[in-house]
């Protein structure tokens, strides 16, 4: 084995395990294409998808999610997740799979789902663009982190799956625990919110819960309010919004 060659597979086998690279990623190693392909077929490399590849071993959750945000516009971590994440949900019961949002129509790739359990909901909840979505950074502000909606930000997520995908009491219950919400940020994401329903749940829950917000927000003049009266059938029963 020739010098450059050892020197091609160290930086290969330097590369964290279960962490998914792109072939531009391993072209900034020296690596082309056509040897990616060898690594592959040798063992070396882990094949997940078209020019997606990794270092043999489990998948980590957070530099798949990283790889598939790349790949999937306005992907991120949202909802129940994101509200687990941030230490709002640990009194509700455990919720295994991973909530995901985003822009794309596609299904999650093979490569994903089959390490991670996981939902995907193509939504567009708020005047914004797939670029510069509000209210959704870097877990923990960390550049390794995968993007994650602030908790203002999932809330209403949650509340836009109230239906057939989220029960109530259970919104209700997260709800319950959501005093440390901060009223400028969930107040600048209602008035970008594009759902009736999911403005009149959070303005509803947070005057019946008594949050401190309540007040201002119910005060506040938000497009998405309506007129009239919302009406749906919950398999908890009928819910009304006037």
Not at 183 to 193: I, K, N
């Amino acid at each position: 084995m020739d010098t450059k060659t050892r020197s091609l597979l160290n930086s290969v086998a330097a590369l964290p395990a279960g962490h998914p690279v792109t072939l531009a990623d391993l072209r900034a190693l020296g690596v082309s294409d056509d040897l990616a392909g060898y690594y592959a077929r040798a063992g070396w490399l882990t094949r997940l998808a078209q020019g997606l590849y990794a270092r043999p071993g489990p998948l980590d959750l957070y530099a798949s999610l990283k790889a598939l945000q790349r790949r999937t516009a306005g992907c991120h971590v949202g909802g129940r997740t994101a509200l687990s994440w941030h230490g709002l949900e640990h009194f509700v019961r455990t919720q295994s799979a991973l909530s995901l949002f985003g822009w794309a129509s596609a299904p999650l790739p093979g490569w994903f789902t089959q390490a991670f359990a996981a939902t995907y909901r193509r939504k567009r909840l708020f005047v914004e663009s797939a670029e510069a979505q509000l209210a959704v950074r870097a877990f923990a502000n960390a550049a390794s982190g995968p993007l994650v909606s602030d908790p203002e930000r999932a809330v209403l997520e949650m509340l836009s799956e109230v239906g057939p995908r989220q029960s109530l009491s259970e919104a209700r219950a997260i709800m319950e625990g959501a005093y440390s919400l901060r009223e400028d940020v969930l107040h600048g994401l209602l008035a970008q919110c594009t759902s009736v329903k999911t403005v009149r749940l959070c303005l509803w829950l947070s005057t019946d819960l008594g949050l401190p917000f309540a007040q201002a927000l119910s005060s506040a003049d938000l497009p998405a309010t309506g007129s009239g009266t919302w009406v749906s059938k919950l398999p908890e029963g009928w819910l009304v919004l006037k």
